[in-house]
């Protein structure tokens, strides 16, 4: 495509120069946001004089139909052109002629690319927040079905101290609230339009921004034109709000992964969800959050390639910038993906609450519980952690555990030791009494979801 840069020089370029430096590939997927937004200028061009009505009209209509025609499949995007920019112009003259030529007065496509990539991402921000709201949601919906189920809860991926996996469940969903809060001020800062920057040092032309900015609804508009073209802090913050975002996907999809192991067995996967090996009959893999784990390095790749990028760049625009594209899409369509599949994970999978049972049965995760029960005998706790220590190490010697220790023994390790030790030790016992706020019990997992539902209103 002819160059529209054409002028100084000739605009004839090396064609590998050509498409080393076309963006086409991949900002071709903002040509709705380019359309609105010289929509929105071509209306206030016209608004402040600068242009006749008639030729605002013929614009906007001409861009309007262009839309139309990308949309329906009707214009195929050239992908020799150099940006989705140059693309939507030349079309454009191509078919009103000299009026289409007018619209990239008092603008450049430094402050078009930073709006286009602005808006974009601003309805990215809606659908990430839509999705984490929905495995959210998910998360709640299963927490309360299994908000009896005792499990093992882990430090060190040893057994520590009984939990249900109901509220092991809703630790993934506090986070996903906290992430849902740090896309809401990403959006907040991405909402600030930077049109009328022009390429640098805004314009002589008696332009008004306020009103670009109004008409493409955003929130304000940027006080310093030099940052208007050349911030890309927005890209930043998305592609680290989306890293860890991909963090916590990363943790629930490893033990997704554990769990499903012959090793837990504390869950069995949807089909829909696993598949099978194609020389081991007997494998059912999890690959789909296998994927999400590895996805996760893939997506911290893009966040610290653009923040290095960016570092020591002087103002304003550099070409360099273009490279926040790539970036931040990859990130966004990855994190998109996963979110989707891990709520189709959670929403199928069934929990083997037998098997979580059996498990905290046996790792003597009430062996905190037989110290407070010590305690609450006189001792100090510092004693009392050391008969329960040895109580548990006599029963791993002798295969038993603290719920079948016969009495006598427990009174060679401490004589204050009565027959409400098995009451102390039982499994159920020592959930049901751990009813500090934010704690494990049923009640305290009904308590959690609600707060998490009424947070996500607010969001
Ligand atoms: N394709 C370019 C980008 O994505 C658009 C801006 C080009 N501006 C320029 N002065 N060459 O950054």
């Given amino acids: 495509m002819a160059k529209m840069w054409a002028g100084r020089t000739d605009g004839t370029t090396n064609k590998a120069a050509d498409d080393f430096n076309s963006s086409i590939r991949f900002d071709k997927r903002m040509y709705k946001q380019d359309i609105t937004g010289s929509m929105a200028h071509a209306a206030m061009l016209a608004h402040k004089g600068i242009i006749e009505q008639s030729e605002s009209e013929a614009i906007i209509n001409g861009l309007s139909e262009i839309l139309a025609d990308i949309d329906s499949g009707r214009l195929p995007i050239d992908e020799t052109a150099e940006d989705i920019h140059m693309f939507v112009e030349a079309e454009l003259t191509k078919r009103l002629g000299a009026v289409g030529k007018k619209l990239h007065t008092a603008r450049s496509r430094n402050d078009q690319v930073a709006l286009d990539t602005r808006m974009y991402l601003l309805e990215e921000c809606d659908e990430i927040s839509a999705l984490l709201k929905e495995l959210t949601l998910t998360l709640c919906a299963r927490a309360e079905e299994y908000k009896d189920a005792i499990m093992p809860g882990y430090t060190h991926l040893q057994r520590a101290q009984p939990i249900t996996f109901g509220h092991h469940l809703m630790a993934y969903a506090v986070m996903l609230c906290r992430d849902l809060d740090r896309i809401k001020g990403v959006k907040k800062r991405t909402a600030v339009s930077p049109i009328g920057s022009c390429a640098l040092a805004g314009t002589t032309y008696d332009t008004d921004r306020k009103f670009e900015a109004d008409r493409l609804g955003f929130d304000s508009v940027c006080i310093n034109s030099l940052d208007g073209v050349s911030d890309r802090d ?132 009430n062996a905190t519980d037989m110290a407070d029960y010590l305690v609450g005998k006189g001792l100090p706790f510092r004693d009392a952690y050391k008969i329960s220590g040895r109580a548990v190490a006599y029963c791993i010697e002798n295969g038993l555990v603290l719920e079948n220790l016969p009495i006598e023994k427990y009174r060679e390790f401490s004589q204050i030791i009565d027959n409400d030790i098995y009451d102390a030790v039982s499994l159920e016992n020592c959930l049901g009494k751990r009813t500090s706020f934010g704690g494990p019990t049923a009640q305290s997992v009904l308590m959690q979801i609600e707060s998490v539902k009424k947070e996500l209103e607010s969001i």
């Fill in 234 to 365: 927005f890209c930043v913050e998305l592609l680290s709000a989306i890293s860890l975002i991909m963090a916590h996907l990363s943790r629930l999809s490893e033990e997704i992964i554990l769990w499903s192991s012959w090793e837990f067995k504390f869950i069995e996967l949807s089909d829909d969800f696993t598949t099978g090996s194609s020389i081991m009959p007997q494998k059912k893999n999890p690959d789909m959050a296998e994927l999400v784990r590895g996805k996760t390095g893939r997506v911290y790749g893009d966040l610290l390639a653009f923040l290095t990028t960016l570092k020591g760049l002087p103002l304003a625009y550099n070409k360099d910038m273009q490279e926040d594209k790539e970036a931040v899409f990859d990130a966004v369509d990855t994190v998109k993906a996963c979110l989707n599949i891990t709520n189709g994970e959670i929403s199928t999978l069934t929990a083997l609450t037998e098997n979580m049972k059996k498990a905290a049965q046996k790792g003597f995760i």
